[in-house]
């Protein structure tokens, strides 16, 4: 399977950037972590809630891409195995964490209200009921809303297949409708 190679509007693609981070080049590692940074620690605290778990995540993420460039091989597009990586620290940092250590996840409501008490009360409802979905409908839901990935890109990122995905998002939009149908009057 042959992927496009992903390129800044200047400069080399990621895969070329990875092969020359491979024989150790850091101006090539720094060109993609530039490249892919904000990405990477937006999703993270998208999933964790917290910046703090966000930036170490994207730490652990970049030094992964370090460590494993020697074996990179672009059977898919760079960003997906990159998000993959990402998907994977943030699921293994939910499995070890309380629900009640999730943090506040203030991106949520990107809309514009007029009255900002009724969108912080807005938010938080958001905020809690994403946090109380398990982690992969949350991981699901992320993914497909606020980073924009569709069914297949989302199922090559996670490794679960496009029907696991689809009943995922089902789910999890189910879930999030009934329980803030209150905020769709409102």
């Not at 990179?72 to 620290?89: E, G």
């Not at 964490?97 to 912080?120: F, H, N, T, Y």
């Not at 069914?151 to 089902?170: D, M, P, R, Y």
Request: aromatic residues 6%.
């Amino acid at each position: 399977m042959s992927v496009q190679p992903e390129r800044s509007s200047e400069g080399p693609t990621d895969p070329e950037l990875m092969r020359r981070v491979s024989t150790g080049d850091m101006n090539a590692l720094a060109l993609l972590i530039g490249r892919h940074q904000e990405r990477v620690r937006r999703t993270a605290y998208r999933l964790l809630g917290r910046w703090d778990a966000a930036d170490d995540v994207a730490q652990e993420a970049f030094l992964r891409l370090y460590k494993s460039a020697p074996g990179y091989s672009p059977v898919a597009a760079f960003s997906t195995w990159l998000h993959r990586i990402v998907v994977n620290l943030c699921l293994d940092l939910l499995k070890r964490r309380k629900p009640s250590q999730l943090g506040a996840m203030e991106w949520l409501d990107e809309g514009v209200e007029s009255d900002v008490l009724v969108r912080q009360e807005r938010v938080e409802a958001v905020q809690r009921e994403l946090s109380q979905l398990p982690d992969r409908q949350r991981v699901a839901v992320v993914l497909h809303r606020f980073e924009g990935l569709g069914h297949k890109e989302i199922a090559a990122t996670t490794g679960w297949s496009e029907s696991a995905v689809e009943s995922l998002l089902v789910r999890a939009y189910a879930r999030l409708r009934e329980r803030l149908k209150q905020w769709a009057e409102t």
